[in-house]
Each structure stands twice: as structure tokens, then as C-alpha cells.
């Protein structure tokens, strides 16, 4: 049995706790929540990993490796994440459950204590950040920024979303951009880090053995130095409307031996909030979000014109985002056929199987997120920056409902915004 609790610890600062018995370990995490934007995105990135370095108590990897040493090789990582347009910084740790230490010996307080002196005491040289970490750290989040290109089916969605967002916070990168992040200093990095200390709403996470009264004790002893403020709040994520005329067409060329088509639809103001979303969901799925939709199976397998082809959502955005790699004279034939295919879906001309299948499918995904502590830390930060309640069960319970032409309702409110192709350069 599996026990879901919210608890609010202090004005801005949520923790969900899940109780299971499922697994051998507890994760805990402890996430910022904060605006994207690209003035302070590549120093919130890096914030992370330089707490992450030392702490007052552990001033080194090789005295906090001990600490973790001490709670059963418990692991803990930075984590940098964009949900919506909030960009979430933190940790994320992983430690053995209760239940299965030595002599009934409490792993959770000293997890949680462990995670609350990294966020809350760093260690510092003269009132800032240590010069020597700050620039190690700094060189390896512009490695990070610069690698991401090596990717090149998750650039070319990266360029989509710059392009079609580029007014809009979602178009900031995760980790922002290299030329904001070489000019990060230690005093800037502090200056940032104190502010969101004070101003950031602050969402923790358990999920283990522990009752959710000595989770919440566990961590409001950690966060006792966390500054109270009655005005931290969630941020908030726009939902721009569809600009009417013809979409956006861009092209870029690079040494690639594929092409990355990725083309970008607005909702139509459907998001996650909305009574219709789980129709919105249906409908991805059908189109593009399994090996059974219009897609995999048309697309790529009847009429070999990708090599792959799916589509996703952006829940809190009002986005669907199609992904395709072809050849790179088969541009216009497969956006062609993509289109098609969501024309047919938008005449309803869904047959039974594919329904089904793509109903299945989804409530099955959903369901393995509850065998896995990260995909479900994963899920409830996702609702926790939307400011949803909803359970995955009660997510299942929605798509069970959705019928054929509600499917047909909202691929008919889908409007295409942008389209990203990336090809090689010519001889």
C-alpha cells in the first residue's frame, strides 16, 4: 500500500512524502524552484554543483564521500531541471531504507541532515564561494552547454523550442547559455545563492518505509537555517497563443549525415489545468507517442520516410513537439506525410486497435512510474511546479474516459507553429 502526503513545513516549502515498502531504498531530494530566465539561468545552473563540492563540515568530495560513506553508501547528486518555465535546482539522494540497516539502525535523519548542510552551509573563503570550485564548476557547465550540440536529435528539438519561444521564458535553456556562464564570479554565484535561499519556493521529496510524521521532523531539523518568508511563491508558466498566418520555417545546416526534422504545434490553450488534457494526451499518443500510432507505424514503417518519428508534450507549455530524423532530400515528403497523419487523426479516423493501443500504453507508463523512486520523484516535482494534486491512479482514471472523438476534438484545436529542419552542409 502506497501513501501519498502533502505537507506544507512553512510558508513556500512543500514536501511530499510516499510511504511504500516497495523498495530497499529511500530517495530524497530537496529542489529551488524558480523563474526561468535568461539573465540568471546559467548561475542557478551552476549553483548546484558548486554546493555540491563542500560543505563547512566536509570541506572536500573526499570528507562528504566519507559522510556517505557512513550512511551506508548513500549517493547524492546535483540536479538541474526545467518543468514548464520553472527551472529547478537541487538534489536528488538516494540512501538504504530504514527497514533493511543493521540493528534497526534511523538512516533517514542523518540523510536528511546531510542534504540540508549541503544546500544551507557551504563551504565559503572570505563571505563567498570558493574561487577554486567556482571555476572548476563554471568550466564544467560550459562543457555541458557546449556538448549539448553532440546530440543532435535533442539540439534540433532545442532549436525548435529557442525558435518558436524565443519571446517566452521556455525558449531559456536548462542550463542557459556559455557566454552568461563565463562571467560568473564567486561573489555573483553567492549573491545569487542568497537570494534564493530567501525568495525560491522550496519543494522535498521522500518516498521510503518512514511514516510521514518523522519525514516532516526529519526535515525541518535539516532546513532549520532556511530562511522563513511568508511571500516565496510557485512561479507561474505562460501560455502563448497561436499567431495566425503561415508557420515558421527554419533551416540550419551542419556536418550531419541525418536530417532533424522537428516541428512545433500550440495546443490551442490546452494544458494540463484543462478538463480536456487527458483528450490531449490520447491524442499524441495516437499521433505520434507509441510504436503502435500514425507515425511509428505509417511514417516510418509503411512508408520509410524517418528513421524515427514520435511526438511529446509540454503539459504546463500548450506545446506538441514532433521529432523525425530523414534523409535530407526527404524534407517535404515527410512533413507532408506527418501532416497528413494528424489530419486523419483530426477527422477521427482512429480505428479501434489504435485507441486502445495508445490507451494502454499510456496508462502502462504511467503505472511503471510506480515501480521506480526516481520516475516518481521525477512525476510529483512535475505536479508539485504545476501546483496539481492529481495521483497517477486518478491520471489512469482520466484516460480510461476519453473517447474517439474527443481524440478528434483535440488534434483539431492543434495549430502549427514552427518548423526546425536541420540538414547537411552542401559540398
Request: glycine fraction near 10%.
Amino acid at each position: 500500500m502506497t501513501q501519498v502526503t502533502r505537507i506544507e513545513l512553512m510558508p513556500g516549502v512543500r514536501l511530499t512524502a510516499v510511504q511504500t515498502h516497495k523498495f530497499k531504498s529511500n530517495q530524497l531530494s530537496v529542489t529551488l524552484l524558480t523563474p526561468l530566465a535568461a539573465e540568471t539561468a546559467s548561475a542557478n545552473a551552476l549553483l548546484p554543483h558548486v554546493l555540491r563540492r563542500g560543505t563547512r563540515t566536509h570541506p572536500d568530495l573526499e570528507t562528504l564521500s566519507a559522510a556517505l560513506d557512513e550512511l551506508y553508501g548513500g549517493a547524492i547528486e546535483p540536479a538541474v531541471r526545467k518543468k514548464g518555465e520553472t527551472q529547478c535546482v537541487g538534489f536528488v539522494g538516494s540512501f538504504l531504507d530504514d527497514a533493511y540497516a543493521p540493528g534497526g539502525e534511523k538512516i533517514l535523519e542523518g540523510a536528511a541532515a546531510l542534504l540540508g548542510e549541503l544546500l544551507l552551509d557551504p563551504c565559503t573563503e572570505e563571505g563567498a564561494f570558493r574561487g577554486d570550485y567556482t571555476a572548476q564548476e563554471r568550466r564544467n557547465l560550459i562543457d555541458r552547454i557546449r556538448g549539448q550540440i553532440n546530440d543532435k536529435r535533442s539540439y534540433a528539438m532545442h532549436r525548435l523550442t529557442q525558435i518558436m519561444c524565443g519571446a517566452e521564458a521556455f525558449g531559456v535553456d536548462r542550463l542557459g547559455d556559455e557566454e552568461r556562464a563565463r562571467a560568473i564570479t564567486p561573489e555573483g554565484l553567492w549573491e545569487r545563492y542568497q537570494w534564493l535561499l530567501k525568495n525560491a519556493a522550496v519543494e522535498l521529496y521522500y518516498c521510503g518505509s518512514a511514516a510521514p510524521e518523522r519525514v516532516e521532523a526529519a526535515f525541518r531539523a535539516a532546513l532549520e537555517k532556511l530562511p522563513v518568508n511568508p511571500g516565496r511563491t510557485r512561479p507561474g508558466c505562460g501560455v502563448t497563443p497561436h499567431v495566425s498566418g503561415a508557420p515558421r520555417v527554419v533551416e540550419e545546416a551542419m556536418d550531419v549525415t541525418q536530417g532533424k526534422l522537428a516541428m512545433g504545434f500550440r495546443t490551442g490553450g490546452v494544458t494540463c489545468w484543462e478538463k480536456d488534457y487527458p483528450a490531449l494526451a490520447m491524442c499524441s499518443a495516437v499521433f505520434g507517442g507509441t510504436t503502435l500510432s500514425k507515425l511509428f507505424l505509417n511514417v516510418r514503417e509503411k512508408r520509410s520516410l524517418c528513421y524515427y518519428a514520435s511526438s511529446g508534450l509540454e503539459k504546463m507549455k500548450g506545446l506538441m513537439l514532433v521529432s523525425s530524423g530523414i534523409e535530407f532530400d526527404k524534407y517535404q515528403i515527410a512533413r507532408d506525410e506527418i501532416l497528413a497523419q494528424l489530419e486523419a487523426v483530426r477527422r477521427g479516423e482512429i480505428e479501434d486497435w489504435e485507441l486502445e493501443g495508445a490507451r494502454r500504453t499510456l496508462i502502462s507508463g504511467h503505472l511503471t512510474t510506480l515501480d521506480s523512486q526516481a520516475r516518481q520523484e521525477e512525476f510529483w516535482l512535475g505536479q508539485a511546479v504545476a501546483g496539481l494534486e492529481t495521483t497517477i491512479e486518478e491520471l489512469c482514471a482520466g484516460l480510461e474516459g476519453v473517447t474517439r472523438e474527443q481524440v478528434a476534438a483535440a488534434a483539431r484545436k492543434l495549430e502549427l507553429d514552427t518548423i526546425y529542419f536541420l540538414k547537411g552542409k552542401e559540398d
